[in-house]
């Protein structure tokens, strides 16, 4: 593993400093897999899972995040839920989301997978998102399993139902629930048949996800992985590079293509 930061003395990709090896893993790579987490969202003003100042310090995961705690108090967790939703409703994509959006345009056989549930990816353009985790811009009932958007500035007070009559809840995957099946089956065979895997903005702690990454290193793949901070893949990934993704991320975007499309 090599382990880079901003300010080392290497190659000037919009402004962003990238170590030479970046060139080197990047080239005739035309089979792409990406997992990005909480820390791609922060640029965009969204709180981390795990951060310092993130949300879940001042909450009870179990009483907000689960199904006991849906039960136990709906209204509750509804009232969590408008509350994200409202914050939603002012984020923007960054720099690193329309970079991965344009990334897969061009790229033949590129696939996201994210942590994430706030959709930013699909608001910057990106053509397919594997979703892990779910997607808190919809809902879906507890009685026919039917999702469907949501409003993000909920007018009403209370506990929503479906037109069946059953409840709504966050179509999101909570505390003790598994995640979507074949979701988690097509990231995988995108890990396992991948040339380059990116670890973007994630603490790659929250399994089964964190294995992805090892999963394409075990076959061979290129791994780079880019985070504000050292995680427990850094010492795994092929170059490890500590930085913002919204610099980061559009940098390695255009070493990518100067090397691919000419």
């Given at each position: 593993?090599?382990?880079?930061?901003?300010?080392?003395?290497?190659?000037?990709?919009?402004?962003?400093?990238?170590?030479?090896?970046?060139?080197?893993?990047?080239?005739?790579?035309?089979?792409?897999?990406?997992?990005?987490?909480?820390?791609?969202?922060?640029?965009?003003?969204?709180?981390?899972?795990?951060?310092?100042?993130?949300?879940?310090?001042?909450?009870k995961p179990e009483e907000l995040a689960s199904m006991d705690g849906f039960m136990a108090n709906p209204g509750l967790v509804w009232e969590w839920y408008r509350y994200r939703r409202t914050i939603l409703a002012t984020a923007q994509p960054n720099p690193a989301h329309h970079a991965l959006a344009e990334w897969s345009k061009l790229c033949k056989d590129f696939t996201l997978v994210t942590q994430n549930v706030d959709g930013l990816h699909q608001v910057a353009g990106q053509r397919a998102v594997l979703e892990l985790h779910g997607n808190i811009r919809l809902n879906r009932c507890l009685r026919c399993g039917k999702e469907e958007d949501a409003e993000l500035l909920a007018s009403h007070d209370g506990i929503p139902y479906c037109q069946c009559g059953g409840q709504l809840r966050p179509s999101v995957v909570w505390f003790g629930e598994e995640l979507p099946r074949k979701v988690l089956d097509e990231a995988i065979r995108a890990s396992d048949s991948c040339q380059l895997f990116l670890v973007i903005g994630t603490s790659a702690e929250v399994y089964p996800a964190a294995h992805l990454p090892e999963i394409a290193r075990e076959h061979g793949a290129a791994t780079l992985e880019i985070n504000v901070e050292q995680t427990r893949f850094s010492s795994q990934a092929t170059v490890s590079i500590l930085g913002l993704a919204s610099q980061a991320v559009p940098a390695v975007l255009q070493t990518w293509k100067s090397l691919n499309l000419q």
């Open positions: 593993m090599t382990q880079y930061k901003q300010d080392s003395n290497q190659s000037q990709v919009n402004n962003f400093t990238l170590p030479l090896q970046v060139a080197d893993i990047l080239k005739e790579t035309h089979r792409i897999t990406v997992l990005t987490g909480a820390g791609i969202s922060a640029e965009s003003g969204l709180e981390t899972f795990r951060g310092k100042s993130g949300i879940w310090n001042q909450m």
